[in-house]
């Protein structure tokens, strides 16, 4: 898929200065067409003998055919095209992303680190704080692209203190990372994990399910004052979807090159909702109404994958040594996220969902951020957490969508009625001011 | 840790270790040589209480140490990885070659010292398997060692064979339009420079084509020596050229070293001899940064400042030279073993300058 992405802005300046040597094979072929127009020109019936030439072509030759065209064409730019004459004078271009260092032991650094840029780099050198190094990689010192390697580096690490490591590629290019503040990398190990979803749970799991206690309130106020909840929920959501774009913006500038931070935002942002309008359609086409308990769902998904990528904050956080930063996340989360609670019962109230459906839809919003700290604090990479952001903002911005639907069924006075705006607004403030207590 | 039989360490003021005889009989007798170089950390106070039965002890101790302490010990991470390829610039022998030129006697009677010098751009290899693309003097960084005696004749007929303007301007008392400052030698030009040798001392030679932070940085410097006409003491003599490259071009220097490659001299040490007298004609062509430094482990050195004078200038073990400024250190070591030299600012050192000087005993030289 990405391919084709990459190969879309490469053709415009490939097909223009490669037909000059192609010239030949184009006056080639018009003279095979030629010929065949004269060979087709004699049947006493001169319509039907396109329509018998359209038939003679199997279809799959017709849609293989500029396929195979473009295939020949970038073999003949690389090997006649004009790029041969700036190869010379252009040092190789080299791009090498450090991805993630960790401290496995007092001692120890490990440096993963991805090619993604468009030739090989060969790492000839490594410095740990401005000093030459002695370092082993697990393969060769010959970086294919989008090859990994992990550089292993027995260094004196200090507790609590940043560190900064850079690779020094064969043409002396350099290629920094940053440890901000050195503590020991958690390990996978029982402990840790049993640790990290206790964090998960606490920020994601408990908050939610709290949200959910509104329930019974919700049922027993007026329909005018549900429908103020109801687009209370909607400024609740548009917060967190803003929020989880901006990140995944964020964390795309990380990506290696080669990945297309931005593209992947653009694929989640787009892709999820249109993947969930077709799972919509499905349903509908199964005469399958377009149930409160189907929105809440939809909304359960939305807020659960926006908590992953919370998840992937703390569990970051921590691996990173920003303690402190961990446990204002944790704090911060648990009053932020117990908002998100309501947003998923709101749309329920007019319905009878049974506790086990409540349960399913608490679990479905909370649990992911048990996930998201294990990612964060085992495997975090740049590239996942962009995908996570981008498809919380996509379905996020599905779930408004439906919502916006509902409420021009149901709701009295649609969105602008004066009660639905202010809640709308509540919603938005409210998020705002429960966040001002998360560190930047 | 020390220990007798019973695998109580010996300590001073112990019981058993004031009682000699029974340290002598039942616990010294069994210390192997690790034991020894284990007890180094304890010190020579506790060794030396052991008593009597071992006092033979210390001096087996401190033999080990000088001829086979490690060469890298607390230092074996710090260093580049791999060796440069064989067959380019050898920083070993660049440390003791001359280029005196080709000699002739002038009607005058004269001395007539001749040299070619032609400017290249090649790819150097700084540190092992890192490359820059180098504008050099005849190939290599830093460029060939000119040396000659006070009062020759220096014909030098330079070539630039390079893709941009080069000169050659010698430090030295010469004519004006010799200067090498305002006569540009456009690529595959000649020019050649023509002067007497004075004053006597260690000089330098450099490009001074602008940008001069360039033309200086890719390499185009080198070493202009001139003796003086009673000659010095007969020495171990070596030259060091200071310098840094800065491989990514952001005004920084990545690799430091002295004659280039990074870490050389401590992956290849220098054999000297003991009671010798080493000569380091050293200079600073480091660019981007204020000043360079040479710190000698070990010893200290008598200090002559561009070598233009005889008389001592200091006698110490650390020199600061900013860019262009040199100085002949004149040593003799009576310890053998591993000596660092380095530059004594530590980022330099952790960089690549840094070296180690092996003093070997005569008899093994």
Redesign the interface.
């Known amino acids: 898929m990405s391919d084709s992405v990459r190969s879309a802005p490469a053709t415009p300046p490939t097909s223009a200065p490669a037909a000059a040597p192609d010239t030949a094979k184009v006056t080639r072929s018009r003279g095979d067409a030629e010929e065949h127009l004269r060979g087709s020109a004699s049947p006493r019936d001169p319509l039907a003998a396109p329509s018998e030439d359209r038939a003679a072509i199997p279809t799959w030759v017709k849609g293989l055919a500029p396929l195979a065209l473009l295939a020949g064409l970038v073999v003949v730019f690389f090997r006649f095209g004009p790029i041969g004459v700036f190869r010379q004078a252009f040092?190789p271009v080299e791009e090498l992303t450090i991805e993630r260092i960790t401290l496995p032991e007092p001692g120890l650094l490990e440096v993963r680190v991805v090619n993604g840029g468009p030739e090989p780099v060969?790492v000839?050198?490594?410095?740990v704080d401005?000093?030459?190094?002695?370092?082993t990689l697990d393969g060769d010192?010959t970086i294919g692209r989008l090859e990994r390697r992990t550089i292993r580096?027995?260094?004196p690490w200090v507790e609590g203190e940043p560190h900064e490591v850079t690779l020094?590629?064969?043409?002396?290019?350099?290629f920094s990372g940053a440890i901000e503040v050195a503590t020991r990398t958690p390990a996978a190990n029982a402990r840790y994990l049993t640790t990290f979803a206790l964090l998960g749970v606490y920020a994601g799991v408990i908050p939610v399910f709290l949200g959910l206690l509104w329930f019974p309130f919700l049922r027993s106020i007026p329909r005018r004052w549900l429908d103020f909840f109801l687009s209370l929920t909607m400024g609740l959501l548009v917060f967190l979807g803003v929020d989880a774009l901006a990140e995944a913006l964020e964390t795309s500038a990380l990506v290696a090159g080669a990945f297309q931070g931005l593209a992947l935002v653009l694929l989640g942002l787009l892709g999820t909702p249109l993947a969930l309008a077709a799972v919509g359609e499905w349903r509908a086409v199964r005469r399958r109404a377009r149930s409160a308990l189907y929105v809440a769902g939809l909304i359960a998904l939305g807020i659960g994958l926006h908590n992953l990528g919370e998840g992937l904050a703390i569990g970051t956080a921590y691996t990173s040594g920003e303690i402190a930063l961990g446990t204002f996340l944790v704090v911060g989360f648990l009053l932020h996220n117990s908002t998100e609670g309501l947003g998923i019962v709101a749309p329920l109230a007019v319905e009878r969902p049974r506790l086990r459906q409540l349960v399913l839809l608490g679990a479905v919003a909370g649990v992911p951020t048990v996930f998201g700290t294990w990612i964060g604090a085992f495997g975090y990479s740049p590239l996942w957490t962009t995908l996570f952001f981008a498809i919380g903002a996509g379905a996020i911005a599905q779930v408004v969508y439906e919502l916006w639907r509902l409420f021009g069924r149901t709701a009295t006075g649609g969105l602008a009625a004066p009660l639905n705006v202010a809640g709308l607004l509540m919603g938005l403030l409210l998020m705002y001011l429960t966040g001002l207590i998360l560190p930047a | 840790m020390l220990e007798n039989d019973s695998g109580r360490p010996i300590l001073p003021g112990d019981e058993g270790a004031r009682a000699g005889e029974v340290v002598a009989g039942a616990g010294a007798a069994r210390l192997t040589r690790r034991d020894l170089i284990k007890a180094g950390a304890l010190g020579a106070a506790g060794l030396a209480a052991g008593g009597g039965a071992l006092a033979f002890r210390p001096r087996q101790l401190a033999e080990l140490p000088a001829g086979q302490a490690p060469a890298h010990g607390p230092h074996e991470h710090l260093a580049t990885v791999g060796e440069i390829q064989p067959g380019g610039f050898d920083p070993t022998a660049f440390l003791t070659h001359f280029d005196a030129g080709r000699v002739s006697r002038l009607p005058n009677g004269q001395t007539l010292r001749e040299f070619e010098m032609v400017a290249v751009d090649r790819e150097i290899e700084v540190a092992a398997g890192v490359f820059f693309p180098a504008w050099t003097y005849n190939g290599q960084v830093p460029g060939p060692t000119i040396r000659c005696t006070e009062g020759d004749r220096v014909r030098v007929r330079f070539v630039n064979a390079g893709t941009h303007p080069h000169t050659i301007h010698f430090h030295g008392i010469h004519a004006a339009n010799q200067d090498g400052a305002f006569e540009s030698v456009e690529p595959g030009q000649t020019f050649v420079y023509e002067f007497d040798a004075e004053p006597f001392g260690l000089h330098l030679y450099h490009c001074h084509s602008v940008p001069l932070k360039r033309h200086i940085h890719k390499g185009l410097y080198g070493v202009f020596l001139i003796d003086p006409r009673q000659g010095r003491p007969p020495a171990r003599e070596l030259v060091m050229v200071m310098n840094g490259f800065d491989t990514n071009f952001d005004g920084e220097n990545e690799v430091y070293s002295v004659n280039t490659v990074a870490f050389h001299y401590q992956k290849h040490p220098i054999p000297l001899r003991r009671d010798e007298l080493t000569r380091v004609y050293l200079i600073n062509m480091t660019e981007f940064d204020l000043i360079n430094s040479l710190h000698l482990h070990g010893n200290f050195f008598r200090l002559y400042r561009t070598g233009t004078d005889l008389e001592r200038y200091e006698w110490t073990d650390t020199i600061m030279l900013c860019q262009g400024e040199r100085a002949v250190l004149e040593f003799t070591f009576t310890h053998p073993g591993p000596f660092m030299f380095h530059a004594h600012q530590s980022e330099f050192a952790e960089l690549g300058w840094i070296g180690i000087f092996d003093v070997k005993e005569p008899t093994h030289v």
């Open positions: 040092p060969t000839a050198q490594v410095l401005e000093a030459a190094w002695q370092h010192r580096l027995r260094y020094v590629s064969r043409t002396g290019l350099t």
